[in-house]
């Protein structure tokens, strides 16, 4: 047994020894076989990368792009001189839009009823005085029982007094019942002006009194002012009463916009000061407004006092709980800087740039410093000089066609 183990091991032993021979001069004659193709690989190849990276910087250099005068005025290009603005400063806060707390009407009945009818919904747009739902009242029955019997006796009264006066004229009736017929006539004429006032505070207009007595008399709610309908409870059947709203109805003419300015700049505001307000919806447009309060009140936790600021909402753009942003103007009292329209930036490779020409046809992207931004003009603190001509609009159009010079190239 001990033999044939050992006579195994050997045999093992000479095995993995082979192996391992056999695989170590495979290895190092592939070596030298790929190192000899390394060295009779063609120079050219070699060089390829280098004048790949050669021709990436030499398109590193400036582009220009041309463009005729003719063209330019064709496409709305538009060259001028850079020079010094006086920009009026600023203040950016952001706020959001509410409904004009002066334009707005909770509607409710001014006695209880069951509502019967309804005549407008959520969203529509109604007149002032126009009639919004219809309730059958208890309460309105009777007013109205009390000035048809008010306006019986007035009748009864006016005819008494124009029979004593006939009598009197005959000098069959004393003078004295006279005054009684008269007294009696004004007490009347005042009770049934009294009836017909309740009966208007109610809401029901002096052409509806005069409708047949059989006939049950419905009470109208109408709509105390002209807007949109922005809440709805009305429905057939319920119970109403002077504490429930049955509508509101708000005239988004013109809104609110409320900001939070920061204490530290509370000097620099006042009411009646002129403000630009931008929605998201909207960007491209201007909404002008003026501050109408300031607080007196500084919030504990922002250190913020809130304003408000009235806008005319023509078109009805702005909406009710829209976030706002709001720049308000202060006093162009700074020194020249020098400055450029926004619309003439454009953005090229993540910087900001401007076309700038030297003879009126080859327009350069400049990139540009730049600082505060008021007024649709930006400062410029460098990569221009006053006096240098640059494109203050059409930059878009330029911008274009450099980009397709590019793909050209490519």
Wanted: hydrophobic fraction near 40%; charged fraction near 25%.
């Amino acid at each position: 047994m001990n033999k044939k183990g050992i006579i195994i091991g050997v045999i093992l032993a000479v095995i993995l020894a082979g192996g391992f021979y056999y695989r170590f001069t495979h290895l190092a004659t592939g070596t030298g076989e790929e190192k000899a193709q390394s060295e009779t690989a063609d120079p050219k190849e070699k060089s390829g990368d280098k004048n790949e990276i050669g021709a990436d910087i030499k398109n590193d250099a400036p582009k220009t792009v041309s463009m005729t005068p003719e063209i330019q005025k064709q496409h709305g290009v538009v060259v001028a001189a850079a020079k010094q603005e006086r920009l009026a400063d600023a203040i950016s806060v952001t706020g959001k839009v509410e409904v004009n707390g002066d334009r707005i009407a909770h509607v409710s009945p001014r006695i209880p009823g069951k509502i019967v009818s309804v005549n407008a919904s959520l969203g529509d747009t109604v007149a002032s005085g126009q009639v919004l739902a219809m309730l059958d009242s208890v309460e309105l029955d009777e007013a109205m029982n009390r000035y048809r019997q008010s306006k019986a006796k007035l009748s009864l009264a006016k005819n008494n007094l124009e029979r004593v006066n006939a009598l009197v004229e005959k000098k069959i009736a004393a003078r004295k019942d006279i005054h009684q017929a008269e007294t009696d006539y004004q007490t009347t004429s005042s009770e049934l002006h009294a009836d017909q006032e309740r009966l208007a505070l109610y809401g029901l207009s002096p052409a509806g009194l005069d409708g047949p007595d059989h006939t049950r008399q419905l009470l109208p709610v109408r709509s105390p002012i002209g807007g949109v309908i922005t809440e709805k409870h009305a429905i057939v059947g319920e119970l109403a009463d002077p504490a429930k709203n049955l509508y509101i109805v708000a005239d988004l003419s013109s809104v609110w916009v409320m900001v939070d300015i920061n204490e530290k700049d509370l000097a620099k505001v006042r009411k009646g000061q002129e403000a630009i307000v931008k929605v998201g919806a909207f960007p491209d447009l201007n909404f002008p407004g003026r501050i109408s309060h300031i607080a007196d009140m500084v919030d504990d936790a922002t250190r913020t006092v809130k304003a408000r600021i009235e806008v005319q909402n023509t078109g009805r753009k702005l909406k009710p709980e829209m976030f706002a942003s709001v720049e308000l103007a202060l006093p162009a009292d700074a020194a020249p800087v020098l400055a450029v329209p926004v619309d003439a930036l454009q953005d090229l490779e993540g910087r900001k740039v401007v076309f700038v020409t030297g003879n009126g046809t080859e327009f350069e992207p400049r990139p540009l410093e730049l600082g505060r931004a008021s007024g649709g003009q930006v400062e410029v603190t460098g990569g221009l000089k006053e006096g240098e001509r640059y494109a203050v609009k059409g930059g878009f159009l330029l911008k274009s066609e450099l980009k397709k010079g590019e793909l050209g190239e490519e």
